[in-house]
């Protein structure tokens, strides 16, 4: 018999990466999702028939339950950094995990694995963390056995934080820094999609939460220094004025594509690291991989002269 896995937001950055490996493992892959076009491209990297967008509706109980029927793994990588609309946080991110979670247990699926945040904190004054940590909770108590992975900042090929950082470099006469001494421990998104089939292939994983962190923690402001670095742009980091930040934020709350929201800037204000004794991606027999490894491959594009259309000053 066949496997099948459903993944909710199987098209993201993460997402991608854990199809690929279920692909590899000859599970028969229903990528969860609103819009079968986007899932096109992820169709071949398997066998005809092996990789399917499904249709759902994540707040529908029966559109989620159908996603999910006959399947022996469910996996959950919905997120997104700013709402959209009043009320995205709370319905991707709290209410969507535990629906989830009870269409699995009702169909019998054998794993869950759902990847929440470090930082998840039902006390935060952050609506991006009080949301992590209510789809945790609401998780746990639709599904106790699932297991839950919580990464820091990720980073790879396609990330929306290193590349973010480099553009700016390349753009602006200057590096700028906000919140310069909060501490990130930046996580290599292939570890995370390992972690997501360690969850899945291991006994012991199950009912348990993983912080999953890479092997170098690093501030803000040395994260940017790493950026100028390995772009080698000779850019002075400054500090802004936390009043234009303020400014900056509330404006971003009003954008399609914000740059900064308030709530992204209550997050900034907290060290995203895994937490002292913590399971990591260590207790899932994972190597963390260093970002030095991985980072200047794809970052080479921004350097001067690494683009053939740059022409900016270094």
Do not use: W
Request: hydrophobic share 45%; proline share 6%; aromatic share 6%.
């Amino acid at each position: 018999m066949r496997r099948i896995a459903a993944v909710f937001g199987g098209s993201g950055f993460i997402g991608r990466q854990v199809v690929k490996r279920l692909a590899a493992q000859d599970y028969i892959v229903r990528i969860v999702t609103r819009d079968a076009e986007a899932v096109q491209p992820q169709m071949t990297q398997g066998r005809v028939g092996q990789i399917v967008p499904v249709l759902a509706n994540i707040s529908d109980d029966a559109s989620v339950g159908r996603a999910v029927a006959g399947c022996d793994v469910v996996i959950n990588l919905l997120g997104i950094l700013f709402e959209r609309r009043a009320g995205d946080f709370t319905r991707v991110q709290a209410e969507a995990p535990g629906r989830i979670a009870r269409a699995a247990s009702a169909a019998g699926v054998s794993h869950l694995v759902h990847i929440s945040a470090i930082g998840a904190d039902a006390g935060s004054d952050s609506l991006y963390a009080r949301t992590k940590a209510e789809g945790e909770a609401a998780v746990r108590q639709g599904f106790p056995a699932a297991v839950i992975l919580r990464p820091s900042v990720v980073f790879g090929p396609e990330d929306s934080f290193f590349n973010r950082f480099a553009g700016l470099a390349r753009m602006l006469p200057f590096m700028p820094v906000v919140h310069g001494e909060t501490k990130f421990q930046p996580v290599y998104v292939g570890d995370v999609a390992d972690a997501v089939m360690a969850a899945i292939a291991r006994p012991d994983a199950a009912g348990r939460v993983f912080e999953l962190g890479g092997p170098r923690v690093a501030s803000f402001r040395d994260l940017m220094g790493f950026v100028l670095t390995t772009t080698r742009r000779r850019k002075r980091m400054i500090d802004l004025p936390m009043g234009l930040v303020r400014f900056q934020a509330r404006i971003g709350d009003r954008l399609p594509k914000p740059p900064l929201t308030t709530d992204q800037l209550k997050l900034l204000e907290r060290d995203n690291v895994v937490a002292e004794g913590a399971d990591g991606l260590a207790a899932l027999g994972i190597a963390p991989t260093p970002m030095e490894a991985v980072v200047p491959g794809y970052l080479s594009r921004f350097r001067r002269g690494g683009d053939r259309r740059d022409t900016s000053p270094a």
